[in-house]
């Protein structure tokens, strides 16, 4: 078995690793780019500098369809976080940009296809404690990084890593994913010394236990741990203390759920190795509906579509609402499966399948409260009295695609409150 798992991770790797000639167009573009930076800021006479950071940086970028390249623009600390994003524009106007908002505004160019080169505006600090934002700390990571791996192999292991993340629909922090960064991968393969060994780990982790990582020994012991960091940090299943800032969670975004999904495809891979552990895959909308109707419940697909800004932004909002809806059908479902698919641009697929309650019971006011006792006979018809409580029995919908369209009608205000534009029912099944 252990062949067989090599094998595999070694036909992996050079499918995914960038060839010579990649990164050579990229860093004639990039070395082309900083000159034109370097000099608009010193035209304009603005104090900052630049570093590359990011996977281009560390060495660990992987082959796909395109690449980012982050470039950090380190503004003086006597700048506002208000004014840098503007600052940033400025240095930038001889470059057709676009704008991405979030925490701190930053900016994408495409010099050459398939690339796109990320600048984002940061705070020059000395100290990791002086951060502003998460990406102040950038700097430090990348020079962590950079000293403690210099072996090709723990390289080539991370990129393994990202790839099996990635194809797992576990990589990335952004609150629609709620996964592993590019940097925690970084840590955690480190640590652990490689891929093989990382996910065996994490293939053996209970899936209530709460695991703790301190690489550099910040603190003395796990209850030191508990009791310093702020309670918010310690939510997540892993906490991995960030070796350049002791009093951050490098796996705070990291949902029980993305963890207990990512222990599924580690466990599965070590029982069955195979390249295809590594292949990104789309929900199969078919199959999911052939189960269904032969257990005789419904399989309805969604489109929905937000009006925010493509990314984690509208990503999140998507999510979101999916939560809110699946509250809203379980009030007259029996949800047997479930499942989110964020299209990386304003759309979102959410697929239900679902067993119909055919009557649901609701609880009101007792009786001696005689006006919101009246309100709730007002909108349910079939009510009735039990130990001195009002309820109500009400039919459901016959199905779940009438409940979404009726839903839709009646709920438009609370769509809008929630940046949702659109639903739309699809039988299109190859989204």
């Not at 506002?80 to 925490?103: A, C, M, Q, W």
């Not at 310690?234 to 963890?259: G, M």
């Not at 409580?389 to 205000?413: H, L, M, V």
């Not at 769509?415 to 099944?429: D, G, P």
């Amino acid at each position: 078995m252990k062949q067989k798992i090599n094998s595999v991770l070694q036909q992996v790797l050079k499918e995914i690793k960038p060839s010579k000639e990649e990164f050579k167009n990229i860093e004639e573009s990039l070395d082309e780019l900083l000159k034109k930076l370097n000099k608009n800021i010193k035209n304009t006479k603005i104090n900052a500098e630049i570093f590359v950071g990011g996977s281009f940086a560390k060495k660990t970028v992987i082959k796909k369809g395109d690449y980012d390249v982050d470039i950090f623009i380190r503004f003086d600390k006597k700048y506002n976080d208000n004014e840098i994003p503007d600052l940033t524009y400025k240095i930038l106007k001889d470059f057709k940009t676009f704008r991405v908002h979030g925490s701190r505004d930053y900016f994408r160019i495409e010099i050459i296809p398939e690339t796109f080169f990320e600048v984002i505006p940061v705070v020059k600090i000395k100290k990791p404690e002086e951060a502003r934002n998460i990406t102040d700390l950038s700097y430090f990571h990348v020079k962590y990084i950079n000293k403690k791996i210099k072996s090709e192999k723990v390289l080539g292991d991370i990129l393994l890593a990202k790839k099996f993340c990635y194809a797992n629909k576990c990589y990335g922090a952004e609150s629609y994913i709620k996964g592993f960064s590019g940097y925690a991968l970084e840590l955690l393969i480190y640590y652990y010394g490689s891929f093989l060994k990382f996910i065996k780990k994490i293939a053996s982790i209970d899936k209530d236990e709460k695991t703790i990582i301190d690489i550099e020994k910040h603190y003395k012991n796990r209850q030191r741990i508990m009791m310093d960091l702020n309670s918010s940090k310690l939510k997540s299943p892993i906490i991995l203390i960030d070796p350049t800032f002791k009093q951050r969670n490098a796996l705070a975004t990291l949902s029980y759920e993305t963890l207990g999904e990512f222990r599924k495809a580690c466990k599965q891979f070590l029982k069955n190795p195979g390249v295809k552990s590594f292949e990104s895959r789309k929900a199969n909308y078919n199959k999911i509906k052939q189960d269904a109707e032969k257990k005789n419940f419904e399989f309805v697909l969604i489109k929905a579509e937000t009006d925010k800004q493509e990314g984690n932004i509208a990503g999140s909002k998507l999510l979101k609402f999916y939560n809110y809806l699946t509250g809203e059908m379980q009030k007259y479902f029996e949800i047997k499966d479930k499942g989110f698919q964020y299209n990386d641009d304003k759309t979102a697929d959410y697929f239900f399948v679902v067993k119909n309650r055919k009557e649901i019971l609701f609880s009101g006011p007792k009786t001696e409260d005689k006006i919101n006792a009246g309100r709730f006979r007002q909108r349910h018809r079939n009510t009735f009295l039990k130990s001195g409580r009002i309820y109500a029995r009400e039919k459901t919908y016959e199905n779940a695609k009438d409940f979404i369209n009726k839903w839709e009608k009646g709920n438009a205000q609370r769509m809008k409150e929630m940046y949702i534009n659109r639903l739309e029912i699809t039988e299109n099944m190859q989204l």
